[in-house]
């Protein structure tokens, strides 16, 4: 606003108004009018907004964990890193236990805590479970067989005519075998008792289960059955490949290929050793698979043989889905993926008649 001389002369302008015969009101309303286009105007300072509040922390914790111990001892476990979002910096991050912890074998709990500059915290959970390995119930096996138990690949031979094969000096893959690749399965699995733990390969190329009289590995089949077993926990029994070649040319044969599968499996209980028994694996019918034809109807005796006799069935044919190219260049014999089936086969059945499942216990 104007000093006082200013107001002075406002005073006097009133009064040369009123002079001229100016109304009162009028006078006063065109003073204030001029007195108001003298105002200085004060510049309007902009007020500060609130801070946005900041959200308290949260924390999100891994995904828990289930690992095994080969030899059931406490071991490091790397759980993670939890994530947080939101809160004041600095936020500090702790878990009890901490990361890479030595964690004994049961189920423990960890918990997690993100604390932010305000002091506020978010807090999360996690289970890390440390398992001993499972164990078997029994340790000491047998398996029992023809050439395709011993492990031949079939694939050193010649066609000598159309339709004939001759073998010249057939080939053994020990490694291939499905009681080697059985053993090195359950000795990784059952870690705690792999240094007991074998699969004795019993297999004989060439023998034949229906005629009891023909010694093809020194003694007769169900002699020599019965003799294996001795000493033994559990007998796994695949045999028939050769019978059902035979039964091409007189099918009676199978007849007593199942006479002589019986009192193999009776042999073996009476021993006190638990019998397995597999269907046979398919054949290509070329070759020294001859009898592809017949597999089906054998196997389903097979079936119908571990049913009355309370044994364990192993379905070794149905594991190959009718892939033929599991089966080696003769027909007959399997290659190494072939083998693998069969040893997978027989491992799965073990697993569900004779694995024993470790005893937890909680840490908080």
């Not at 499905?178 to 399965?185: A, D, E, G, K, W």
């Not at 050793?273 to 597999?295: D, E, K, N, Q």
């Not at 260049?329 to 491992?347: E, I, M, P």
Request: glycine share 8%.
């Amino acid at each position: 606003m104007a000093g006082n001389a200013g107001v002075k002369a406002y005073v006097g302008r009133i009064g040369r108004w009123r002079e001229r015969g100016v109304g009162f009101r009028r006078a006063g309303v065109l003073a204030m009018l001029l007195l108001a286009g003298s105002c200085t105007s004060t510049p309007t300072t902009p007020s500060t907004p609130a801070p946005t509040p900041v959200a308290p922390p949260t924390i999100t914790c891994p995904v828990s964990l289930s690992l095994t111990s080969a030899q059931a001892t406490p071991i490091s476990v790397e759980y993670g890193v939890p994530t947080v979002s939101g809160g004041t910096s600095p936020i500090t991050t702790t878990c009890s236990p901490e990361n890479r912890s030595v964690f004994s074998v049961g189920a423990t709990t960890v918990t997690c805590t993100a604390t932010d500059a305000q002091q506020r915290t978010s807090s999360c959970s996690l289970s890390v479970t440390l398992k001993a390995p499972p164990t078997v119930r029994l340790t000491k096996f047998v398996a029992f067989g023809d050439s395709l138990t011993k492990g031949e690949d079939g694939a050193n031979f010649t066609v000598t005519a159309p339709g004939v094969l001759s073998l010249f000096q057939p080939i053994i893959r020990d490694d291939w075998a499905y009681p080697t690749v059985l053993t090195n399965s359950m000795r990784a699995r059952y870690s705690l008792q792999s240094s007991s733990i074998n699969v004795v390969n019993q297999g004989c190329p060439g023998e034949v289960v229906n005629d009891n009289s023909i010694v093809t590995c020194n003694q007769p089949v169900v002699t020599r059955f019965t003799s294996v077993v001795q000493g033994q926990q559990v007998v796994l029994l695949m045999e028939g490949s050769n019978d059902v070649n035979f039964a091409t040319k007189d099918s009676t044969v199978l007849n007593d290929t199942f006479f002589n599968l019986q009192r193999m499996l009776r042999a073996a209980k009476s021993a006190g050793v638990m019998p397995f028994i597999a269907t046979i694996p398919p054949m290509t019918g070329t070759g020294r698979g001859i009898g592809a034809s017949l597999v089906p109807a054998f196997n389903d005796r097979v079936r119908s043989l571990a049913a009355s006799e309370g044994v364990t069935l192993v379905d070794v044919n149905s594991a190959f889905g009718g892939d033929l190219s599991l089966i080696g260049a003769d027909g007959l014999h399997l290659n190494q993926s072939g083998y693998q089936r069969v040893a997978d086969k027989f491992f799965e059945s073990i697993q569900a008649t004779l694995e024993q499942a470790p005893t937890l216990r909680s840490t908080f």
